[in-house]
């Protein structure tokens, strides 16, 4: 083995002509000259959903000259919401990530802002709804990019057969395909009366009363109808309010006409309450519908997915969007922004939809009238209103219009379920309201 | 004198590798290296993240700011907090009780089946044990399904009412302390049979020459020969149940009304749901001081025989 020592006079010079010699070499764009790129995004519970956005980050990194590292985290178990706190701790993980609901806001302090995207995208694809922008944009920034994958409406899902022989009503002739809903008629008291005609016939409506998410989504919107706010957009506590009142009244009457378990239910349950062909209505998105269309076909046949019925402060359906952000941390931000971009086009957004079979719902306004909707079947435009086309309802979310970190915890503790609940099992109205109250109270500790 | 120096310096660096010799040749030595990757691990694994979780007890809900026992001070004002107090110590030590007696009952059965086929009794009553939590209990929820109840299938082939499982807070409670009964009472079973097999046989039969009814045999002879492995069970048990997270978490989710949460599952809640980890990890904390008094009370209990001994 031969072994020569290298003076510091000649490793100087060596190490000077090699900086020379790198700085001045033309730049020669390789096969990831852009760099690597971490991304971390929801598995769909569709199969083959994935597919449509593998292939457009595929697309958009086979053009910049960027490697593309892509995981899909399944949000059973939480996986993506410890995922997402786990890297948030770290200050480590992927550039890109799917941020659920309320996460934009929850790590507002740590996410890149993303004017610079949606600010344009808007532009181009039309507003979104006052929902997304009150999750996604804090401070006047928008923390992160409204998601097509993984968006959702939680309305109802009917039965046209039982709304029809039970309660009298058709839900397509009220949400016909292809044009504008005739839904005057459908308010929440109508809604009570079909509520209780399904339930004496033997077809209770499944709407869950735990305190999982679809449960909630319910009440908000039906809080939200009736004008309920717990606490205002100032941090002011108001429960103690007649709409309130009005609001727990109603929820009163309507538990009486559900099943009796409802404060057990998870978001399992109502799909299957569907599924076994028991159940009049749901509220959910198109997935219930799907497992249907390949479990029990008949049933599939005869749902019908429409707006939410009104109330005294207006028509307001459950809408809960994703987004994907990039950590404050992340090396290669510029990239990040530009598959962001890539991904929110009309054209990538429409191939999202038609994989998900219309289960995914693009933020935009421009982007709602995709013929996937139009043609899903059977039975044929069942999916038509889904997307909220003639803009006939409020798209909202429980516990707006709260500071986020207080809006936040009333949503993932229940709150107003548990107030539902507390007070159909005969609990004072006023000791439900101090409950209330004194729960919302500690969760403005900071 | 710079010879002298040299000299000195040889010696003394003979002297250090002597006695770094003579350190390696020691038991202790050799036992603490061998010994060194697990408490490595155990550093790792549990010193550090104990460690953290009681940093982020002490931080204000940003995570900004020192607060010190603020969010233990906090919780003592919280309705709900207490419930879950209420709900975790009567999971814990009415689960505790019921596996032991079921675990001592199933134990002296097996014991008294001949050795032959106690080996397939024993496999057969461990598998409750050996499947994975999260697993049994979805079969679980399965049989106690608020809508599809398998046992309100057959208790309706009775003519009895359908009962709400998981719906109502007494059945709801009822139901996720029977999973855990079900999961934890092979373990107090084997342990017991261990106990069994090593009391001597003569003690039972100087016993039956005195007299002794199987009721005194069972007071006088072998609880206590079985005292210590009872109590230590009890313990493990109880540390292990208070701790517990899946049964309830797929179960119920804490539901209704909260009023299944255990220590664990409402820490998820607040922690990692809800967005705020100090105040999830002081509920998670909460345990340790409990923990600590029955820890403290039953070691205590077992020190104090083994000296009598």
């Known amino acids: 083995m031969v072994s020569r020592k290298v003076s510091r006079r000649r490793f100087v010079a060596s190490t000077a002509a090699v900086s020379t010699a790198l700085v001045a070499a033309p730049f020669v764009r390789g096969a990831y000259a852009a760099g690597k790129l971490s991304l971390g995004l929801w598995d769909h519970w569709v199969p083959g959903a994935n597919k449509a956005t593998e292939e457009v980050i595929k697309a958009w990194a086979d053009k910049e000259k960027v490697e593309v590292t892509l995981d899909f985290i399944t949000s059973q178990g939480n996986k993506l919401l410890l995922t997402t706190a786990a890297e948030a701790q770290a200050k480590s993980g992927h550039d890109v990530l799917a941020f659920s609901t309320w996460l934009p806001a929850r790590y507002s302090e740590q996410l890149v802002t993303m004017n610079d995207v949606v600010e344009p995208l808007i532009k181009q694809n039309g507003a979104v709804n006052g929902t997304v922008e009150y999750l996604g944009k804090v401070g006047g920034k928008w923390l992160a990019v409204p998601a097509t994958v993984g968006s959702q409406m939680k309305g109802p ?39 209780e ?27 939200h109808s009736f004008g309920a706010i717990l606490v205002d957009a100032k941090g002011e506590i108001t429960v103690k309010n007649d709409k309130v009142r009005q609001a727990l009244e109603y929820y009163k009457k309507l538990m009486a006409f559900l099943p009796e378990d409802a404060p057990a239910w998870d978001d399992a349950s109502n799909n299957k309450w569907l599924v076994s062909g028991k159940g009049a209505l749901i509220m959910n998105p198109p997935s219930a519908w799907a497992v249907a269309k390949r479990d029990a076909p008949k049933v599939a046949e005869q749902c ?87 803009n006939h309802q409020t798209l909202s979310i429980a516990a707006a219009p709260a500071p986020h970190k207080i809006a936040e915890q009333i949503y993932t503790q229940g709150i107003q379920t548990q107030m ?19 729960e919302i109270e500690g969760f403005m500790r900071n | 004198m710079a010879d002298i120096a040299a000299r000195g310096a040889v010696t003394a660096t003979g002297s250090s590798r002597s006695s770094l010799h003579k350190l390696m040749q020691r038991k202790s030595t050799i036992a603490f290296l061998m010994a060194l990757p697990l408490i490595v691990l155990i550093l790792t694994l549990v010193a550090y993240p104990a460690g ?3 940093y982020l007890a002490m931080l204000n809900k940003g995570m900004t700011r020192f607060v010190g026992f603020g969010n233990f001070d906090f919780l003592f004002g919280r309705e709900t907090f207490w419930m879950v107090v209420y709900q975790s110590c009567l999971f814990a030590i009415t689960a505790v009780i019921f596996k032991a007696i079921i675990g001592f009952v199933v134990a002296h059965f097996v014991h008294n089946i001949p050795s032959k086929g106690q080996r397939k009794w024993r496999g057969m009553l461990l598998v409750p044990w050996v499947i994975p939590p999260a697993m049994s209990t979805l079969a679980w929820l399965w049989l106690f399904d608020p809508s599809y109840s398998a046992f309100n299938w057959i208790l309706a082939g009775f003519g009895i009412d359908r009962i709400p499982w998981t719906g109502e807070t007494g059945w709801a409670r009822f139901s996720v302390i029977l999973v855990n009964v079900w999961i934890g009472a092979p373990f107090f079973m084997i342990m017991y049979l261990a106990a ?74 607040v922690g990692i749901e809800s967005g705020d980890i100090p105040l999830g990890a002081s509920v998670s904390l909460f345990m340790v001081p409990i923990l600590a008094v029955a820890a403290t009370f039953i070691l205590r209990d077992i020190t104090k025989r083994g000296s009598e001994v």
Not at chain 1, 420 to 438: C, H, I, P, Q, S
Not at chain 2, 241 to 256: E, H, M, S
């Open chain 2, 196 to 269: 069994l097999k090593s009391v001597p046989e003569q003690l039972y039969e100087a016993a039956s020459i005195d007299g002794a009814t199987w009721w005194q045999r069972i007071w006088y002879v072998t609880l206590p020969m079985m005292r210590n492995i009872i109590a230590i069970t009890a313990l493990f048990s109880l540390i292990v149940t208070f701790a517990n997270f899946d049964i309830v978490r797929v179960l119920t989710k804490g539901d209704p009304l909260n009023t299944t949460h255990v220590f664990a599952t409402w820490a998820f809640r």
């Open chain 1, 157 to 195: 899902c009917s039965r046209i057969d039982l709304m029809k022989s039970l309660a009298g009503i058709d839900v397509q002739a009220m949400y016909p395909a292809g044009s504008p809903p005739k839904a005057e008629a459908w308010t929440l008291d109508a809604f009570l009366k079909a509520a």
């Open chain 1, 304 to 390: 019908w997915t429409h707006g939410f019925p009104s109330g005294p402060a207006g028509r307001f359906g459950p809408f809960l969007p994703f987004f994907w952000g990039t950590w404050s941390f992340s090396k290669n931000q510029s990239a990040a922004k530009s598959l962001l971009t890539a991904m929110s086009q009309p054209d990538a957004a429409e191939k999202m939809v038609i994989a998900s079979g219309g289960y995914d719902l693009p933020s935009f306004e421009k982007l709602t009238t995709f013929k996937t909707w139009a043609e899903e079947g059977p039975p044929k435009g069942t999916l038509y209103h889904y997307p909220n086309p003639h």
């Open chain 1, 420 to 438: 539902a609940v507390r007070f159909y099992k005969g609990e004072a109205m006023d000791k439900t309201l101090d409950w209330a109250a004194k």
């Open chain 2, 52 to 54: 953290y979780a009681v």
């Open chain 1, 197 to 223: 005609a399904c339930q004496k016939g033997g077809h209770a409506f499944g709407i869950g009363l735990g305190t999982t998410s679809d449960s909630v989504d319910t009440a908000g919107a039906i809080f």
